[in-house]
């Protein structure tokens, strides 16, 4: 190593390059605000007395506003002193903060008046003594026009103009691969794009020595660097080499994905449709079955609602089950009138025991009336689902045990086609296909077919539910209930004879309160039926509020169709706790080497 490259306070030098590190890297993002380095464009000339003027032009992108830019120097451990530098913008010089050998910083807005977001370029000019080491045979300019601690830049170019005429001038460069050097007369051209932080990029430039002034030190030099740049030369044409190679390889993989990938999606969807034809598509309801149907199914009404959800069992289960309960006479249900409300009094329910045998009803059905009385009498639902959230766990117990029964009850009618393992089988696998080559499209630099694969992965999920299918029994079944609703809830439409057989009206009111349509059935009984269904003997088991003040009437009914959301929704909600929330001397053209990093300037522009 030259004596005068040896660096001469080790420890100095790492505390002044931590000081670059901070205030360039650091300097990308403050807070909300942030800024990139677009461009750097370098014009140098290195003088026969071996000094460098310099004038550096940065342009900078600022989100926000910043007032203070920085530029770095790596100037320990090396004899060249950086002087004279100065800050411009638009040709007007702006006000100097801080000067040191290692650091300029300089004010962005001097005026104090104007935002600095946005794009400006800032151009500094200064001269480095001593740049050039002077040889008996050659003078060399070993030198970093951006260092290890630069935060990058989309584009770097400069323009070195060096003494004499450009023959005999040999130069090489080092950083990203992808950078080129080159030789115009007498001015040596650096070009490298796509910059990444903490990159370096120099250049070592030999030049005879009889072109400087300056007296001769030392040893020849210029066969041992010649040696040196050949050797990383080489290493950098290989790596180039190996990454022609790599990326013809990519290439390929990428236009094998996109031809492949679109092929697989479209084979995915058909495979899809094909399952869902032979596994998921509903058979046919028998043809007696039209739009509307007038006869309440045998099911549960719980059943019924696990019928029309898949056999999800929802608080509305709970609810048409308590309705039902009531109308086959275990309990009555009275409205009266509570406190509290936002906008007046809120409806209370209270049920009342009425004394029967319940052996014979199903599991659900006498779990449901053991724990809503608990062995009592009488209840309110304020006074229910008090006891629900005291017992959290007991509550919490009974719910899924009802849901549990009504879904053994459901499953024991053979409404939903089980054991069908083929169709998920193959579904899931022409997902996991999808979704693989959605992320090795990725991988393969192919996002848009990366991106349709993976959509198709996610909204073949979504479409798993469309392999579900019920038997004949259950299409029959469903085709029944749905023709029931629709009847219902258009009965005061309908121009057809009525039946005087009031229980029928009172298994329309269960079905109702199951299927969600009991405000439509209680307006159509009152417009077909008024005086049927104001009889006192009519739906004794519900008592509505206007009945239990004023005397029996159809019209205390008119509430009945906010049950199921009312106490369903709130007992149900009381049983579970909320959830918590290179190339040599030629240039003809050639690309940078990998190596280098060992000359003076370095450093990186910065803001603050």
Sequence with gaps: MNPRRRPRRPLLAGLALLVVALAGLGACSTGEKSFT????????VLNPDGSMDVVERATYDFTGNFSVGTRSFESAGFDYEIVDVRAFEDGEPLPTIT????????DLDPDADSSTSGTHTYELRYRV??????HPDVAELYWNWIGTTSPGTDRLDVDLQVPGPGRQVRAWAHGPLNGEISREGDHILLAVTDVPPG???DSRVLVPADRFTVEPFGPPV?????AEETRL???ANEQRAAAAEQADRDRQVRAFFTVVTPLLIALGWLVFLLVWRRWGKEPPAPPDIGDYWREVPDDPP???VALLNWGTVTSTAFAATTVDLAQRGFLTITETAGSGGLFGSKTEYRFDWQGQDSSGLLPFERDLLGTLFQGGQSITQTEFTAWARAHQSASAKFWSRFQKQVTAEFNTRGYVARNRPAPYLIHTAVMSVLGIMGFLSFAADAPVVAGAALFSAVALLFCTGLLRQRTPAGSERYAQWTGLKRFLADFSRLDEAVS???VIYERYLVASVALGVADQLVAGLQAKLPTEVDQQQFATWYVGHSAATMGRGFGSMGSIGTFASNFGSKATSSFTPPSSSSSGSGFSGGGFSSGGGGGGGGGGFGAR
């Design 222 to 226: 210029e066969d041992r660097i010649v």
């Design 129 to 134: 003594t001593d740049a050039a080491l002077v």
């Design 302 to 304: 719980a059943v019924a």
């Design 199 to 201: 990159q370096f990029v």
């Design 233 to 235: 030369a080489e290493i």
């Design 37 to 44: 380095i677009t461009r750097i464009d370098t014009e140098a």
């Design 99 to 106: 000067d040191t050998p290692s650091l300029f910083e300089w």
């Design 500 to 502: 005087g057989d009031l």
